[in-house]
């Protein structure tokens, strides 16, 4: 079974950076592609960034583009996304997943293709 855990959110305040950790459990993390995805209750969540399988590869929402940074080391089964000038609206449960679609090693903003999530860390950024 694959366990995600996100780790390092919290509280801060506008411009300010945080780093949040994605740990993954299970064997070949380093096939699969993975990503980021954020959710404000009441609202549908939403594609933030996605990383191939070895890292050469990522794709960013426009939101968040030249502001948060996904990379990952393989050798310690984890996944993390750098966010720098943060702003308000950045305010979210911010949750980590598995790529599982057909072209899984890749970076996808498609959120059905992913098939194993974690249970979220949340991030508030205060004005």
């Given at each position: 079974q694959v366990q995600l855990v996100e780790s390092g959110g919290g509280l801060v305040q506008a411009g300010d950076s945080l780093?949040?950790?994605?740990?993954?459990?299970?064997?070949?993390?380093?096939?699969y592609g993975m990503g980021w995805f954020r959710q404000v209750p009441?609202?549908?969540?939403?594609?933030?960034?996605?990383?191939?399988?070895?890292g050469g590869s990522a794709y960013y929402a426009?939101?968040?583009?030249?502001?948060?940074?996904i990379s990952r080391d393989n050798a310690k089964n984890t996944v993390y996304l750098q966010m720098n000038s943060l702003k308000p609206e950045d305010t979210a449960v911010y949750?980590?997943?598995r790529n599982g679609g057909t072209n899984y090693s890749g970076a996808s903003s498609v959120q059905y293709e992913y098939d194993f999530w974690g249970q979220g860390t949340r991030v508030t950024v205060s004005s």
């Open positions: 780093r949040l950790s994605c740990a993954v459990s299970g064997r070949i993390f380093s096939s009441g609202q549908e969540r939403e594609f933030v960034a996605a990383i191939n399988w070895n426009d939101s968040v583009k030249s502001r948060f940074t949750y980590c997943a």
